[in-house]
C-alpha cells in the first residue's frame, strides 16, 4: 500500500520544524517540502493550513496538489509533537516508537519532559534574557539526564532513535549553539556560568548522550552549526525590537 499524499511545512530556522525533519527524514518518507517563510508569511498558509500561523504543520491524504493550494480533502495537523507521533505511526517499521506499551510511555514522558523543564525556559533566557534563566535551563538538562539509560549507550529510551530525541536534539543544538557562542539576551557571564555548569563532571551521561544524538545521520542531516548561529544572532534583533527591555 503506497502511504498517503503528505506534505510537510517548514522554515530551516524553526526549531520545532526541524524536530519534523528529522523524523521525516530517519522514516525515509515519501513527502512534499515547503518553507514558509516566518518573517513574511503567506496568507493562503494561515488561511487553509494552520490558522496559527506557525510552522511545522503538515496536509496529510487528499490528492496531490501544489502546496500553496492544499486540498479541502487533506487533513491539516499542527504541533510538531503531535506531528513526530503521526511520522511514528505513519512508518512503524522506522521504530521511531517502539512497540512495547511501557517504552512507548518512556517516549512520551520524556517528550512531556523536556517540553516543561527545557523547551518553555529556553525561551525566556535566549529571547526574553529572562535573569538567571540559565539556571531553569540546567536544572531542565539534569532532570533530563535523570532519564536517560545508566548503561552509557543509546538514546532517550532505548538503543534506536525516537521521537523523544527528534523532540529533543533542535531544542539542545540551539541552546548549546547560544551559551557556547553567547548569542542571546542573556547576561553573557550567566552564559559563562551555564557552560561551567555542563561541562562538570556531574554532567557527564547527558554530554554522552547528546554527543551520540548529534553524530546520528538522521540529525546531522538537519543540523547546520553556522547557520543556526548566525540566524540566531539575527534573531535576537527581533525579539529586541518585539518584546522590549528585559523582565
Ligand atoms: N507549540 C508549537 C510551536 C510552533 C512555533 O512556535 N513555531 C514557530 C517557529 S519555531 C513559529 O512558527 N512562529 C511564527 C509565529 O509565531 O508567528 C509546536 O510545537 O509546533
Redesign the pocket.
Known amino acids: 500500500m503506497s502511504s498517503p499524499q503528505l506534505t510537510f511545512y517548514g ?1 530551516k ?5 526541524m ?1 519534523v525533519a528529522i523524523a521525516l527524514s530517519h522514516a525515509k518518507a515519501d513527502f512534499t517540502f515547503c518553507s ?1 517563510d ?1 518573517m513574511n ?1 503567506p496568507e493562503w498558509f494561515v488561511s487553509q493550513v494552520n490558522p ?5 504543520a503538515v496536509t496529510i491524504g487528499g490528492p496531490i496538489v501544489p502546496p500553496d493550494q492544499p486540498s479541502p480533502e487533506s487533513a491539516k495537523i ?4 503531535v ?1 513526530l507521533e503521526l511520522v511514528a505511526d505513519l512508518y512503524p517499521s522506522s521504530r521511531l516508537m517502539p512497540s512495547d506499551p511501557v517504552e512507548r510511555a518512556k517516549v512520551r514522558f520524556f517528550m512531556q519532559t523536556q517540553q516543561t523543564v527545557f523547551a518553555n525556559n529556553y525561551f525566556p533566557w535566549y529571547a526574553l534574557g529572562k535573569a538567571n534563566g540559565w539556571k531553569d535551563l540546567y536544572e531542565g538538562a539534569k532532570a533530563l539526564q535523570a532519564l536517560l539509560p545508566e548503561n552509557g549507550t543509546g538514546y532517550a529510551v532505548g538503543n534506536q532513535l525516537t521521537i523523544a530525541d527528534c523532540a529533543f536534539a533542535p531544542l539542545w543544538g540551539r541552546t548549546k549553539v547560544c551559551f557556547e557562542r553567547c548569542i542571546g539576551r542573556f547576561d553573557p557571564e550567566e552564559a559563562k556560568l551555564f557552560k561551567e555548569a555542563m561541562e562538570a563532571p556531574e554532567m557527564a551521561k547527558f554530554r554522552a548522550y547528546t554527543d551520540r544524538l548529534f553524530a546520528h545521520p538522521s540529525v546531522k542531516e538537519h543540523w547546520d552549526e553556522e547557520f543556526i548561529a548566525t540566524a540566531s544572532k539575527g534573531l535576537v534583533a527581533v525579539f529586541e525590537k518585539r518584546f522590549g527591555p528585559k523582565p
Open positions: 522554515f530556522v524553526s526549531a520545532n520544524a524536530r514558509i516566518l508569511k496559527a500561523g506557525k510552522v511545522p499542527a504541533e510538531s509533537l506531528i
